[in-house]
Structure formats: C-alpha cells, structure tokens
C-alpha cells in the first residue's frame, strides 16, 4: 500500500506543477499567441504618402523653429538691453568725472595763470620751460601778449618756439594734431 501511496503522490504532483509547465512552454515558443494579420500588400510608403506626410507637418514645425527663434531673440534683446543700462550708467558716470575734472583745471589754470602773472619773466621762463609744453603753452597764451613776450624771449629758443607752434596750432581751425 505504500507504493500505490508514494505512486499517488507522485501523480498529485505531477498535476499540480503540469499547469504551470506548460505555460512556460507556451511563453517559450514564439508566436505562440501571435495574431496572423491577412498581408495588405506593399507596406511601404509611396512617394505621395511621404510628401502628404512632410506637409501635414511642415506648419507645426516652421511655427515651432519661429517660437524657438523668437525666444532666442527675446534673449538676446534682453540681454542688450541691460548691456546698454549698463553702458549708460557708466556714461553719466564719466561725464560727471570729466566735468568735475575740467573744473577742477579751469580752477588750477586760471590760479596758475596768476601765479605767473606775479613773477618776473626770467623765473617764469625758467619754470615754464621745464614743464609740459602744452601746459606751458596754456599760461603763456593766459597771460596777454607783452607778459607772454617777456617770458618767451627768456627762455631756451628751442622751447620758445616749441611753445609758439603749439599756440599757433591752437589758433588754426583746421589742425587736428599735437604740433610736438
């Protein structure tokens, strides 16, 4: 009785795990639960299909690169738009610089004009050529013309005639260049 027990075991077995085999047979087998589908002829697309096919999409496309296009610009500007804040900030920055500087020597020459104007012409000379040419240009041109005269011939004829070009230059409308 305990073969026809063990037999009947092994049986029960065999059952409960047959189901499940089978399955995986099934599964392994490709295809197996595959749809046959009546071939329909030439599935390749015709020459008209593909250009129906590239103007159906062609708007949504050409809209999109403008959105995209459009977007860069917006960026673009953007970032224009505050290079130039930028630009016009630091403008009105400089132009405030300049205009405190040219007080600054409008100040400077016209007491240095009469610093000039005070001394004797031999140590007015004296000083005035060993400074910038234009400068000295500038307080000779500041002092009137006998005051210039007797300054100008008591200095070195090289700087008197250095500092004359550069005043001459300054009378001519149509010099653009430094004369030294």
Not at 2 to 28: D, M, Q
Not at 33 to 61: H, L, M, R, S, Y
Not at 70 to 96: G, P, V
């Given at each position: 009785m305990t073969k026809?027990?063990?037999?009947?075991?092994?049986?029960?077995l065999l059952r409960r795990l047959?189901?499940?085999?089978?399955?995986?047979v099934l599964l392994s087998i490709?295809?197996?639960?595959?749809?046959?589908?009546?071939?329909?002829?030439?599935?390749?697309?015709?020459?008209?299909?593909?250009?129906?096919?590239?103007?159906?999409?062609?708007?949504?496309?050409?809209?999109?690169?403008?959105l995209l296009?459009?977007?860069?610009?917006?960026?673009l500007r953007a970032d224009i738009d505050s290079r130039i804040a930028e630009m016009d900030k630091r403008k009105a920055e400089y132009q405030d610089w300049l205009k405190r500087r040219d007080d600054f020597l409008k100040q400077a020459e016209a007491g240095l004009t009469d610093i000039y104007k005070k001394m004797k012409p031999d140590a007015a000379a004296v000083q005035?050529?060993?400074v910038r040419p234009e400068l000295a240009a500038a307080v000779i041109m500041r002092l009137g013309p006998s005051r210039s005269s007797l300054i100008l011939n008591e200095m070195d004829s090289a700087k008197a005639?250095?500092?004359?070009?550069i005043i001459a230059s300054a009378s001519d409308p149509n010099t653009s260049k430094d004369p030294t």
């Amino acid at each position: 009785m305990t073969k026809i027990t063990n037999r009947n075991s092994i049986l029960e077995l065999l059952r409960r795990l047959a189901l499940p085999a089978a399955g995986l047979v099934l599964l392994s087998i490709p295809g197996a639960f595959a749809q046959e589908v009546a071939p329909q002829g030439d599935i390749t697309p015709t020459t008209d299909e593909v250009k129906q096919f590239c103007t159906n999409i062609a708007d949504p496309a050409r809209d999109q690169r403008y959105l995209l296009q459009k977007q860069e610009l917006e960026k673009l500007r953007a970032d224009i738009d505050s290079r130039i804040a930028e630009m016009d900030k630091r403008k009105a920055e400089y132009q405030d610089w300049l205009k405190r500087r040219d007080d600054f020597l409008k100040q400077a020459e016209a007491g240095l004009t009469d610093i000039y104007k005070k001394m004797k012409p031999d140590a007015a000379a004296v000083q005035l050529q060993d400074v910038r040419p234009e400068l000295a240009a500038a307080v000779i041109m500041r002092l009137g013309p006998s005051r210039s005269s007797l300054i100008l011939n008591e200095m070195d004829s090289a700087k008197a005639a250095t500092i004359a070009g550069i005043i001459a230059s300054a009378s001519d409308p149509n010099t653009s260049k430094d004369p030294t």
